[in-house]
């Protein structure tokens, strides 16, 4: 094992804050991702968990609220799991350094993504139960990691509009895959907000502040935007993260081995955020002239990503192989990382590529 009790074969992006992913085959082995292979990306040091952690509530609410972990568990609001994928917004961003240079930013590859089963409470519930002022219009979350890349350095922080956290699966997260949630995963709890950037299921969870305009943090207000080719990073600069795009990538065989030639099961998984649902998975060997469609595999609910898998032929040779995905909205993916390029490295959903060397 490696830090934090994660697997001696992840790519490791950061030692401190840790920043590492899977390698894909790691994702390919169920639908759930066991918790040694999950990513983990972090914006500062893991803080410490102290046993009289509690967790306030306050902002535009009618009622102030400050509660105990034990509070949250011991029966007043239901319990709920959730089977969630979060997927980091760098997710491929090796992809787009291929294109040009994204300077400072770690060239994550297809594994910042992993789908958990949350157990925890409904952050609806605790609002409910707060009273949310009519002029209220979004929920922001505040973490207890601080982070010195932030300018100036601060608490890690984010926002979700009020009317997705009122949505029945934006949890209030204390275990993952029946187990307490790991330290380095938010422990003693975190937000899970199926459907949307990984940076919005705020870790460490210390306040929840209902407020009429979104969080002004840097990791809301400057950090996790999209930009324009022509655009630097700054205040409001560019277009605000939220919802997921739709993405698919490769699982298995790993990008650039030996396969034999003939038949070969390929596989991997396809993702689209909000409320659209994978549709359909389509595989081609000949630079997208034809297509196979893959085979989907069982559907781990609406906010799952869904598993994948197809036989190809391979003639012997070098092949790219390539794999896009639709959604129920008929979105599919863009065709190069070119035209989805941007100076952070954010959101590439292009085709997903890779090398076979087929032999005899």
């Given amino acids: 094992m490696t830090a934090f009790g994660k697997r001696p074969d992840m790519l490791i992006h950061e030692q401190e804050p840790f920043n590492a992913e899977p ?12 918790l040694d292979a999950f990513y983990v990306r972090g914006h500062g040091p893991v803080p410490e968990t102290h046993r009289e952690w509690r967790l306030e509530v306050g902002g535009l609410v009618q009622r102030e609220r400050s509660w ?24 491929r961003r090796s992809g787009l350094i291929e294109v040009r240079d994204v300077p400072g930013e770690a060239p994550w590859g297809p594994g910042a993504t992993g789908t958990a089963s949350w157990r925890g409470i409904r952050l609806a519930d605790l609002l409910h139960d707060a009273g949310v002022r009519p002029t209220a219009h979004h929920v922001a979350f505040i973490g207890a990691d601080r982070s010195a890349e932030a300018d100036p350095p601060q608490l890690y922080g984010g ?13 209030l997260a204390h275990e993952m895959n029946d187990r307490p949630l790991p330290a380095v995963h938010g422990a003693p709890v975190r937000v899970v907000v199926p459907g949307y950037i990984g940076a919005r299921s705020v870790k460490w969870l210390r306040r929840i502040e209902v407020r009429a305009e979104p969080w002004d943090g840097f990791y809301q207000r400057t ?15 560019g277009v605000e993260l939220g ?38 998975v389509d595989i081609s060997t000949d630079g997208g002239a034809t297509w196979i469609q893959a085979q989907l595999l069982e559907d781990q609910g609406r906010w799952a990503w ?51 060397m087929a032999t005899s």
């Fill in 23 to 34: 390698p894909r085959s790691a994702l390919a082995r169920s639908a759930l991702t066991p």
């Fill in 68 to 91: 105990s972990l034990e509070a949250l568990r011991d029966g007043r609001f239901v319990q709920t799991e959730v089977v969630a994928t979060l997927q980091c917004a760098g997710n």
């Fill in 159 to 171: 926002s979700i509009p009020l009317r997705k956290a009122l949505g029945s699966e934006v949890l």
């Fill in 223 to 237: 950090a996790y935007r999209l930009l324009a080719p022509d655009q630097e990073m700054g205040p409001g600069v």
């Fill in 243 to 280: 919802e997921i795009a739709l993405n698919a990538d490769f699982l298995s065989p790993e990008d650039g081995v030996q396969v034999p030639s003939g038949p070969v099961e390929v596989s991997g998984y396809a993702f689209a955020g909000g409320r659209r649902e994978v549709t359909r």
């Fill in 306 to 356: 869904r598993l994948w898998q197809a036989t190809i032929e391979l003639r012997p040779g070098d092949h790219e192989v390539i794999a896009r995905a639709w959604d129920s909205a008929a979105n599919t993916q863009p065709e190069r990382a070119s035209t989805v390029w941007n100076p952070k490295g954010y959101v590439n959903n292009s085709w997903a590529r890779i090398r076979l």
